[in-house]
């Protein structure tokens, strides 16, 4: 009777620990899915190296470098770090009508914890030409959002296995977006002002079920404003400085700013610093006139520096040249 009672203690003991073991798991999960659907600082994806990129940020940029142009980027953010944003984009844009209108076409996928979302968009630019060396361009934006929670990455059990119940993927849920720009571009320099995002899509949980919340408000907007010049220090030298602001209601602003210089139009090396989060440090090679890989590495100056590797960020990007007409002018953005 004394074991029979003993085993019947050490089972409800057993018992208990996997319920509390259990609770802490779905406790965790609760915080998880919390920081998730709440956390609007980074809603729209970061770039350091964003003026290679400005398709996802302006749809005027669209046809901007009077050729095809095509844009690879990989981001790993706060590498080591537990559910960090890891980002890849894809995007291709170019002139239609004598540099009157441009087409793009941008693919951006990102992984947050287990979140994980695909946009696609396409966008439209046109171009004024104001005089001989300017041009003023008006760009809008449309596309879809897919954004899935993907709870069987997570491991709930002592085993390292995925709980049966906790396991099962958020259903796939589509929304809509669109977006605007204005884009001036001169040989050396250029100014941008857009708003790439106009609805709030963030998945909630309702119930129990994920649902796409769409909040057409202007308080959520995410506000770009972009600024460049290149300086001609001599026939091998050249400093390129730039700037992009970040304006979202209720937020403090996120302010970009890097110096880059140009080496026999072949060598970029640089300097940034994005404000209280990072400080940055370029480097770039122009293979050909045509082919440019650029990296760049994001050193965080708050506390999440302890817990990561810093960021890294590499981008490609690859202009096409027509039969009928060669690349003359040079891009420096």
Not at 236 to 248: E, G, I, N, P
Request: with cysteine; glycine share 6%.
């Amino acid at each position: 009777m004394i074991e029979k009672f003993h085993i019947k203690i050490k089972k409800i003991k057993y018992l208990r620990m996997k319920i509390i073991y259990r609770k802490k798991k779905i406790l965790s999960l609760c915080v998880l899915m919390f920081l998730l659907q709440n956390t609007k600082a980074q809603y729209d994806a970061m770039f350091t190296q964003y003026m290679y990129n400005e398709m996802f940020i302006n749809p005027a940029y669209a046809g901007s470098k009077e050729a095809m142009s095509v844009t690879a980027l990989h981001r790993q953010q706060w590498l080591n770090f537990p559910g960090r944003p890891i980002t890849t984009t894809f995007s291709l844009h170019g002139p239609l009508m004598q540099n009157k209108m441009g087409l793009g076409l941008s693919v951006l996928n990102e992984r947050i914890g287990v979140l994980n979302r695909n946009l696609i968009y396409a966008s439209y630019a046109y171009r004024l030409k104001l005089n001989s060396t300017s041009n003023l361009a008006f760009g809008l934006m449309a596309g879809v959002h897919n954004q899935v929670y993907k709870f069987s990455d997570l491991k709930t059990n002592n085993d390292g296995s995925v709980d049966p119940i906790l396991g099962q993927n958020s259903p796939s849920i589509l929304s809509p977006n669109f977006g605007f720009g204005i884009y001036y571009t001169t040989k050396t320099f250029y100014a941008g002002l857009s708003i790439p995002r106009m609805i709030d899509d963030q998945l909630r949980f309702m119930n129990g079920d994920p649902k796409a919340s769409l909040n057409f408000s202007p308080t959520g907007y995410h506000y770009y404003f972009t600024l460049g010049n290149v300086f001609t220090i001599n026939n091998d030298l050249k400093l390129k400085a730039q700037t992009m602001v970040k304006a979202v209601q209720n937020s403090p602003l996120q302010v970009d700013a890097n110096v880059n210089l140009l080496i026999k139009d072949l060598l970029w090396v640089g300097a940034g610093y994005r404000y209280n989060a990072a400080a940055v440090a370029l480097i770039g090679i122009n293979i050909t006139p045509q082919f440019l890989v650029s990296y760049s590495y994001d050193y965080a100056l708050n506390s999440i520096q302890n817990y990561s590797y810093g960021s890294h960020e590499i981008v490609l990007n690859y202009l096409f040249s027509y039969k009928s007409k060669k690349i003359v002018t040079p891009r420096y953005f």
